[in-house]
């Protein structure tokens, strides 16, 4: 009986541990909340749709040498993908129009 009801405690003890590290971590996202980031991205579809093609081949070139030079620069990654990513869908959607 005694194993028993030391097993139980245990067992609570290791549930209650695991519990209390969740929190509201999942609402943060780096340091960001999810309606943030929202806003951010909607803010970046509207800045890449306002801009030309050629515009942002120089920037995606800016972001490639940033890259270049520190290939850990995640920012720098980030934006040169997202750039990469819309100029290859371009063809498809086909440039902004008012």
Same mark, same amino acid.
């Given at each position: 009986?005694?194993?028993?009801?030391?097993?139980? /405690? &245990?067992? /609570? /003890?290791?549930?209650?541990?695991?519990?209390? &590290?969740?929190?509201?971590?999942? #609402?943060?996202?780096?340091?960001?909340?999810?309606?943030?980031?929202? !806003?951010?991205a909607e803010q970046m579809v509207t800045t890449l749709?306002?801009?030309?093609? #050629?515009?942002?081949?120089?920037?995606?070139?800016?972001?490639?040498?940033?890259?270049?030079?520190?290939? !850990? #620069?995640?920012?720098a990654t980030l934006y040169s993908n997202l750039i990469? #990513?819309?100029l290859g869908i371009l063809p498809e959607i086909g440039?902004?129009?008012?």
């Open positions: 009986m005694k194993k028993k009801v030391s097993s139980i /405690l &245990c067992l /609570l /003890l290791v549930l209650f541990t695991f519990v209390a &590290c969740g929190g509201d971590a999942a #609402d943060d996202y780096g340091g960001k909340t999810k309606s943030e980031l929202q !806003s951010l749709q306002g801009m030309e093609t #050629d515009q942002m081949k120089e920037i995606k070139a800016a972001y490639d040498e940033k890259l270049a030079a520190d290939p !850990s #620069d995640g920012d990469s #990513d819309w440039e902004y129009k008012e």
